[in-house]
C-alpha cells in the first residue's frame, strides 16, 4: 500500500490540474460534477485493495458466484479467467509490485501451444508482461524450452479477425521492443492501416463491421491500439481523431459510457473505462477524462466510472470483478500515468 499512497501523493498536483480543465466553449458548465482529487483516491484506493485481494486469493470476486482467475481446468483453452490481462496491467499501473509466486502461477497457469488464437496470444502478452516476464522467453516450470508469444502472434492472419482482436493484437505488441520475425504475416504499421480501413461512416467501430453496430467499447479499443501503433501515417492520425470525435459524442448525460440493444441504453463501468483510457491516449484529449464536452452532459466520464465503485472496491453490474476492477483500475493507470506524459501500456 506504500507504492500506493506515494503513487496517489504523486498524482495529486495532476488530478487537481485534470479536475479544473476547462469545458469547450458551446458547453453549458453549470451543475456539471467532475471527480475531485480526493473522490478519485478514495474510490481508486478501494478498487486498488479489492483487486490485491482478488489476486491473493486468486479468485474472480467476494460475492454471489465466483470461480478462479487462473486455472487450467476452468479454462482449458486459456488457463484464465476473460479480462485477467486488463486486471493485472490495472494493478501494474498502479504500483503493484507482483510477487516470484504470482509470476510463476501466471505462467504456469496459462494454456499456450500451437492452436493458440491471436486474442489468447495477445492477452497472454500483455499479462506476462504486466508481471514483470518476458513474453518472448517465457517458461513454465517443468519445461525444456522456453515459449516465443510475440512471434506466434506475428505469425497469425488478423486479416479476418474482428477490430477487436486486431486492436487487442497491436495493443499487445506496443508493450515492449519485441523483434519481428522475418516471415511475419504482418507488421504494427500494416495491422494499423488494416484497423483504419474498418473505420465505419459514423467515425465509429463495430464488432461486426456494421454501421448500426458501431460501440463506444470497440471504438476506445481502436483508438488506443491505433496510437499505441505509432504509425506517422495521416490516415491513422485522422481515423483516431475521427474516432475521438465519436467518443465524444457517444456519451450519455451521465457521464458515462455503454451500449443500446433493443431500443435501451446500457451505460456501465467498463465502457466508461474502456472510454478513458482511449481519452487517455493523447494529450489533446486527456482533459475529456474529467471534464465536459457535451450539451446536456452533467458529469465527467471519471466522476461517472467511480460512481460504480462500491465501498468495498467492487464494481456495481460488472459480469466479472475481475473485468470490472480490472478495467477500472486500467483506465485510472491510463489517465493517471497520461497527466505525466506516459503510458500505462508502456511497461518496463
Known sequence: ???????????????????????????????VKTASAAYQSSKTKASYTYAKKMLVKN????????????SKKAYPTSGAVYGYSD????????GYKFTKAQRTRVADSLVLNRKSTAADLATAIIATRAVGLNPQKLHKTGAKKTLNLVSALYHRSLTKQTVNVQSQALIALSTGSYQRPSNAK????????????????????????????????????????????????????????KGQSYLKNAVYPSGAF?????????????STAEAIIAFSTKQNTVKLVNGYFKSGQTT???????????????????????LGVGQVNLANAAYRQALSHRSVYSIK
Open 186 to 241: 504482418f507488421s504494427k504499421s500494416s495491422l494499423s492501416q488494416t484497423i483504419v480501413k474498418n473505420q465505419l461512416s459514423n467515425n465509429g467501430w463495430s464488432y461486426n463491421n456494421q454501421v448500426a453496430n458501431a460501440d463506444s467499447d470497440t471504438t476506445a479499443m481502436a483508438i488506443t491500439a491505433l496510437a499505441r501503433g505509432k504509425s506517422n501515417s495521416s490516415a491513422v492520425n485522422t481515423a483516431i481523431a
Open 1 to 31: 500500500m506504500k507504492s500506493m499512497k506515494k503513487l496517489i501523493t504523486l498524482s495529486m498536483t495532476g488530478l487537481l490540474l485534470a479536475s479544473a480543465a476547462a469545458p469547450l466553449a458551446d458547453v453549458h458548465a453549470a451543475g
Open 300 to 322: 465527467s466520464p471519471m466522476r461517472a466510472m467511480l460512481g460504480y465503485v462500491r465501498s468495498t472496491g467492487s464494481i456495481k453490474g460488472a459480469a466479472t470483478q475481475t
Open 59 to 70: 479468485r474472480t470476486g467476494f460475492s454471489g458466484k465466483t470461480s478462479y482467475i487462473f
Open 87 to 94: 486486471f493485472l496491467l490495472g494493478l501494474k499501473g498502479l
Open 258 to 270: 455503454g451500449y443500446a440493444y433493443q431500443g435501451k441504453t446500457f451505460p456501465n463501468a467498463n
